[in-house]
């Protein structure tokens, strides 16, 4: 196996360890759920790389039986994450906006320092 014929894994990993390193590193909110983002699109990225068969069709029945079928179902699944994705962002920055309004800040050593007190 050539390490340069998948390229699409390498961009997977490159965009999976920003998003992790984001998240990790990063103490602001807004900035993790962006690293979460991008974690969540290198996911999306790996599952529609591997679903793609090279000259596969669209799965409709033909009288040729040598004909190769490419699988429609991880682009499926894809949507449905796209979706999910969406959504637990739109949760995410609603927290962050009530954490905001509760400390006055969305830095996560601030919101810690703040928390000691009670």
């Known amino acids: 196996m050539n390490w340069v014929t998948h390229y699409n894994y390498w961009i997977v990993i490159l965009l999976m360890m920003l998003g992790f390193y984001t998240i990790i590193a990063r103490g602001n909110l807004v900035k993790k759920i962006i690293g979460l983002n991008i974690f969540q699109t290198s996911v999306f990225v790996l599952f529609i790389s591997m679903g793609k068969i090279p000259g596969g069709v669209a799965p409709i029945l033909r009288d040729d039986p040598t004909t190769i079928y490419s699988n429609p179902l991880p682009h499926v699944l894809i949507l449905t994450a ?37």
């Open 82 to 118: 796209i979706v999910v994705g969406v959504a637990t962002t739109a949760l995410g920055l609603a927290l962050v906006v009530r954490i905001n309004e509760a400390y006055g800040t969305i830095e996560e050593d601030e919101i810690h320092e703040q928390d000691r007190f009670f």
